[in-house]
Structure formats: C-alpha cells, structure tokens
C-alpha cells in the first residue's frame, strides 16, 4: 500500500455533466500528479500541483482543472464530459522539489477512479 | 514531444525463464527512470527505479541504465506466472516541474 488513497472507486456519468475526482496524498508528500489512462494505454499526464499551485499541464483542454488543498489533498474536475473521457484516473502523489535531495523521486499511486462515460 | 518506447508485447516466457523488458526514451537529459507493474484493473506499483548508468537488482529483479544509448530494461529472473502483468516504463524528464511520461507498457504473460 502506498498511503495514496483515492475516491470514488467507480463512477458512471452521462454525456455533457461534470464529474469531481478526489486525492489523498502520501503523508510527507506536497506535489500531486493527475493521470489519464484509457483501456491499452500507458498513463497520461494531465497536471501536477505543487504547494496548492498547478505547475505543470499535459495536452488536456481546459475542461479538466484541479485544486490542490493545504493539507495537499487534491481535486480533478472534468466538465462536459465525452464519451472518450471514459478511463482509469490516476492520482500520484511525491516528495515534489525535495525529491532529488532526498533520493526518491518515485510518484506513489493511488489505487485510481474508474471513470464510465455514457 | 519527449518519448517513451515500449514494445506493447504480449511477451510470453516459461516459468522460470528470465524476461526481458525494454525501453527507450527521446531525451538525453532525462534523470530518473521507473519501472511498475500493473496488474489488469489496478493501479500501477512500483518495481524499480534507477537513476545513473549500469545495473540495480532487487530480488529478482534487475534494472539496467544506459543513458548514452537512451534506453533502460528490466530483466525478472526465474519468471513466475504471478509475475504475468503489463510493465510500465517510466522517464522523469528534466525541466521545472516532476513530470513523468510513461510508455504503453509491455504485457508479460508466463506460462507455467
């Protein structure tokens, strides 16, 4: 077990609503990473938060956004959802800029949102 | 577009065997490199990772870096049907912030 905790499990949704994931990091852990990951793919990297700031975006349209909160949990919203949003959505949390002075910079994952687009 | 290369397999070994796994990557500056396992409908977990050239075990398992040819391996000694699962190559590219780009991964299948 990594201590990456994520909620819900399994979700279904419809076409054109909104969706909110959520994230419990790593205790220690300030840096928290969003991935995509669609059936026979490797995971997508959406966005990562550093210390409640968004530094860093992958090819993902503004529809998704995130929020990252002082005790370092984190947040994906996806608006006007599509068919092809449908996947494992990945949470990640790291040590984060300390990462390289401490020797670890491994993401630690949590367990995912399987995320079901109707 | 910084790249990830894996071959998507399935490979297939005796239980055993020794698997071979590889990667290649597009960008000579890159500093860390991961390798997890996935098992199918789970999250990734991590095996391995290597950050200077040469090799790292762990077990059965070996993590081989050479950055000068841009590609990192995996090699599982005596392959176990547990072991069948799909293997996640991971770069930590160099630039501002920690992103990870991950290939598509390679399935391993052993056969007992």
């Known amino acids: 077990e990594t201590g990456v905790t994520q909620s819900p499990t399994h979700l279904i949704k419809t076409r054109g609503q909104q969706v909110t994931l959520r994230c419990s990091s790593q205790?220690?852990?300030?840096?928290v990473s969003w991935y995509q990951q669609a059936l026979g793919q490797g995971p997508q990297f959406i966005f990562q938060y550093y210390r409640e700031e968004e530094n860093g975006r992958g090819n993902f349209p503004p529809r998704f956004s995130g929020l990252q909160f002082p005790n370092y949990s984190s947040e994906l919203n996806v608006n006007a959802l599509e068919l092809d949003d449908s996947a494992l959505y990945l949470c990640a949390s790291s040590l984060g800029q300390g990462a390289r002075l401490a020797g670890d910079e491994t993401q630690y994952f949590g367990p995912g949102t399987r995320l079901l687009v109707l | 577009q910084k790249e990830v290369e894996q071959n998507s397999g399935p490979l297939s070994v005796p239980e055993g065997a020794i698997a071979s796994l590889n990667c290649t990557y597009s960008d000579r500056v890159s500093q860390s490199f991961f390798w997890y396992r996935q098992y199918s409908g789970k999250s990734p977990e991590l095996i391995m990772s290597i950050y200077s050239n040469g090799d790292k075990e762990d077990g059965r398992f070996t993590a081989q870096l050479n950055k000068a040819s841009q590609y990192v391996s995996l090699l599982i000694r005596d392959s176990q049907p547990s072991d069948s699962a799909t293997y996640l190559c991971?770069?930590?590219?160099?630039?501002?912030?920690?992103?990870?780009?991950f290939g598509i991964g390679t399935k391993l299948q052993v056969i007992p």
């Open positions: 205790s220690g852990h300030n840096t």
């Open positions: 991971a770069v930590l590219f160099s630039g501002g912030y920690q992103k990870v780009t």
